[in-house]
T-cell receptor
Framework: DAKTTQPTSMDCAEGRAANLPCNHSTISGNEYVYWYRQIHSQGPQYIIHGLKNNETNEMASLIITEDRKSSTLILPHATLRDTAVYYCIVRHTGANSKLTFGKGITLSVRP | NAGVTQTPKFRILKIGQSMTLQCTQDMNHNYMYWYRQDPGMGLKLIYYSVGAGITDKGEVPNGYNVSRSTTEDFPLRLELAAPSQTSVYFC?????????????FGPGTRLTVL
């Protein structure tokens, strides 16, 4: 699976949009971009995934560049409860495909 | 549904002791996984199972054993505990098909080996 690169940390103000970047320049055609988050001391939680089109669900939006080498997770109205570590993961969908977690990006939402 | 449950929540072991971390899921998922997470790091896959009776090694399997006799249960066995096994252990499960093949995680077991 392709490797991803994320900044170590970022912060944003409560109520504002949080834009979390991720680089995956070696992504291949059959690999998806996944985002999980881990709120302090809890197990990770799935947020969203995408292949090449932009995706939106009740939690977030995922914007993938046309060349697929980078993506941005957008939390449209960040709350204090969104403070967490966010993991960008590239994963193919073949048999026995597994999630590989890096260190992720720590998002701190300030009041 | 309870989802993925893990017991115990916390445990302190002495070097050389053994223990079993329990994991149960009630979502009828085919796939189950064990991860460990060291402080400040991401999760590393220890073992996984694609169905009852089938297990395979992940990235860091040394010092651990697993079994999968039922769809619901996937216990992780530590033999001869070592300080390097001090970590938080997460169990997860998924259908194994997708995308998204979303993995659902348990609350974790915090293990300290002294």
């Amino acid at each position: 699976d392709a490797k991803t690169t994320q900044p170590t940390s970022m912060d944003c103000a409560e109520g504002r949009a949080a834009n979390l970047p991720c680089n995956h320049s070696t992504i291949s055609g059959n690999e998806y971009v996944y985002w999980y988050r881990q709120i302090h001391s809890q197990g990770p939680q799935y947020i969203i995934h995408g292949l090449k089109n932009n995706e939106t669900n009740e939690m977030a939006s995922l914007i993938i560049t046309e060349d697929r080498k980078s993506s941005t997770l957008i939390l449209p109205h960040a709350t204090l409860r969104d403070t967490a570590v966010y993991y960008c993961i590239v994963r193919h969908t073949g048999a026995n495909s597994k999630l590989t977690f890096g260190k992720g990006i720590t998002l701190s939402v300030r009041p | 549904n309870a989802g993925v449950t893990q017991t115990p929540k916390f445990r302190i072991l002495k070097i050389g002791q053994s223990m079993t971390l329990q994991c149960t899921q009630d979502m009828n998922h085919n796939y189950m996984y064990w991860y460990r997470q060291d402080p400040g790091m991401g999760l590393k896959l220890i073992y996984y199972s694609v169905g009852a009776g089938i297990t395979d090694k992940g990235e860091v399997p040394n010092g651990y054993n697993v079994s999968r006799s039922t769809t619901e249960d996937f216990p992780l066995r530590l033999e001869l505990a070592a300080p390097s096994q001090t970590s938080v252990y997460f169990c997860a499960s998924s259908y194994g098909t997708g995308p998204p093949d979303e993995q659902f995680f348990g609350p974790g077991t915090r293990l300290t080996v002294l």
